[in-house]
C-alpha cells in the first residue's frame, strides 16, 4: 500500500462485472458481449483525497492497437485542445524545442504543439496504431509504440501525459520515474492532465466510472504526489467545464524534498480534502439513485421512438452497461475509426451520425459540454429527435 491510500475508508461504490475496457473495441457482436469483464470497488483515503478502485487487476489491463479514445473529430474539443497548446508554448517558450508525450495516443496533441510551435514531438505510446485516421498529424514528430522509457535520461522541453495517470496500476512509481528521468539542473516543464474526482463525486459524474481507471485524483491529492516526488508544483487547475484537473510543474532542484516539505498541508488544502470528504460519502447513494433514474428515464423514451447515445467512448459504454434498456439503443460517435465495430458487455455496433433515421426519438449526450455540437448536427440531418445530456 502507497501512502496515497493512508487510513482507507470504503467501499464508497461497488459496480460488479464492468468491461474492463470502454474503449477497446471489436469487430464482432459476440466477442464484444463475451469482453472481460472485472469489478469496480472504489475506496478513499480522506488524507489525501486519493479514490481507487481495490479490486484493480492489472493482469486484466493490456493496451494494444484496438485501444481507442480519440476526442479530436469534435470541434468543440479541438478548439479546447487548440487553445491549451498555444497557451503551453507562449508560456513556456516552445520553438524549435522537444517535446515529448508520454501516452500520446494518435498523437494529435502533441502534433498541434508541434505544427503551432515549430517543434520536434517524440511520443510514447504501446497502443499506436500507424493506420488509423488522424485528425491532427506532423512531420515533426515520431511515436514509439513503448512505454516512457523512466530509466533513462530525457532531454525536452516539456514532458506531456494526458488521461494517463489514473490508468496506470502505481501512479506513484510513474511520477517517481519521470522526475528520475529529468536531471535537476533541467528546465524541464511537465503538463499532466486527468479527469477531476471532485467534479465526478460533486455532480455526480456516475459514468465517469470506469474499470479502466485504477485511481481518481483531486487537487490537493495531485499537488501532494508531485510535491513528493521532488517536482516543484508551478500551478494546479480545472480546464474543459471543470472536468479535467491539470498540474504544471518543474524538476526540484534535489530528487527527493525533505519529509517536512513532503508532508506539508496548507489550510486551503485541509478545507479541499474536508469537503471531498463529504462529497465522496454521499457519492454511493448518488450512484444507486441515478442508476435507477435513468433505467426509468430510459423505459420510457423508448415508448416514443428509437434512442441514440451519442459517444461510444468511457461514459457511454458505461451508461449503456449500468442502465437497464440502454443495450437497445444506436451507439452513435463521430470518430470513423469506431464505425462498424461493437462496444464491450453490450455489443452494439457503432454506427455514423448519418445512419440515423427518421424513427429517432432522442439522443442522449454523454457529456453535457457537447449537446450544442450534437443538436447542431442532428437538426443538420433533418431530424426532429430530442437532445438532452445525460446529467442529473
Request: glycine share 8%; aromatic share 8%; charged share 20%.
Amino acid at each position: 500500500m502507497s501512502w496515497l491510500e493512508a487510513a482507507a475508508t470504503g467501499p464508497v461504490v461497488t459496480l460488479p462485472d464492468l468491461p474492463v475496457f470502454c474503449n477497446a473495441l471489436y469487430a464482432d457482436a459476440g466477442e464484444a458481449r463475451a469482453a472481460a469483464r472485472g469489478d469496480l470497488v472504489l475506496w478513499f483515503s480522506p488524507e489525501t483525497g486519493y479514490l481507487w478502485n481495490g479490486a484493480f487487476d492489472p493482469a486484466l489491463v493490456a493496451y494494444n492497437p484496438s485501444y481507442e479514445n480519440s476526442l479530436h473529430h469534435s470541434d468543440r474539443f479541438r478548439s479546447h485542445v487548440t487553445g491549451l497548446a498555444d497557451r503551453l508554448i507562449d508560456r513556456y517558450d516552445l520553438h524549435r524545442r522537444t517535446i515529448v508525450e508520454i501516452g500520446c495516443g494518435e498523437g494529435n496533441f502533441l502534433a498541434l504543439l508541434c505544427e503551432r510551435g515549430e517543434n520536434h514531438g517524440i511520443g510514447y505510446d504501446p497502443s499506436f496504431d500507424p493506420d488509423r485516421t488522424k485528425v491532427v498529424t506532423s512531420c515533426r514528430m515520431e511515436i514509439v509504440r513503448e512505454y516512457y522509457p523512466t530509466e533513462r535520461p530525457i532531454d525536452a522541453s516539456l514532458v506531456v501525459c494526458q488521461h494517463v495517470l489514473e490508468h496506470v496500476t502505481d501512479p506513484v512509481a510513474l511520477v517517481e520515474g519521470v522526475r528520475r528521468s529529468l536531471p535537476s539542473s533541467a528546465e524541464t516543464a511537465v503538463y499532466f492532465e486527468v479527469p477531476d474526482a471532485t467534479y465526478m463525486v460533486s455532480e455526480p459524474a456516475v459514468w465517469d466510472l470506469t474499470y479502466e481507471h485504477r485511481s481518481y485524483f483531486a487537487a490537493p491529492t495531485l499537488r501532494a504526489l508531485f510535491r513528493r516526488s521532488g517536482f516543484e508544483v508551478l500551478e494546479v487547475g480545472r480546464s474543459f467545464g471543470d472536468q479535467y484537473l491539470y498540474l504544471e510543474a518543474r524538476a526540484g532542484s534535489t530528487a527527493t524534498p525533505t519529509a517536512l516539505d513532503a508532508a506539508r498541508t496548507t489550510s486551503a488544502e485541509v478545507e479541499e480534502l474536508t469537503e471531498l470528504a463529504a462529497r465522496v460519502a454521499t457519492f454511493g447513494a448518488h450512484v444507486e439513485r441515478l442508476c435507477r433514474t435513468w433505467t426509468e428515464r430510459v423505459a420510457s423514451m423508448r415508448a416514443d421512438g428509437e434512442i441514440a447515445i451519442w459517444g461510444a467512448g468511457t461514459k457511454g459504454v458505461t451508461f449503456a452497461n449500468l442502465i437497464a434498456g440502454a443495450a437497445s439503443a444506436h451507439m452513435v460517435d463521430i470518430n470513423p475509426n469506431k464505425w462498424g465495430l461493437h462496444v464491450p458487455g453490450t455489443g452494439q455496433a457503432v454506427v455514423a451520425p448519418a445512419s440515423l433515421g427518421p424513427g429517432l426519438a432522442h439522443v442522449l449526450v454523454m457529456n453535457p459540454l457537447y449537446v450544442d455540437e450534437v443538436a447542431a448536427e442532428v437538426r443538420a440531418l433533418g431530424l426532429q429527435a430530442t437532445v438532452s445530456a445525460v446529467s442529473d
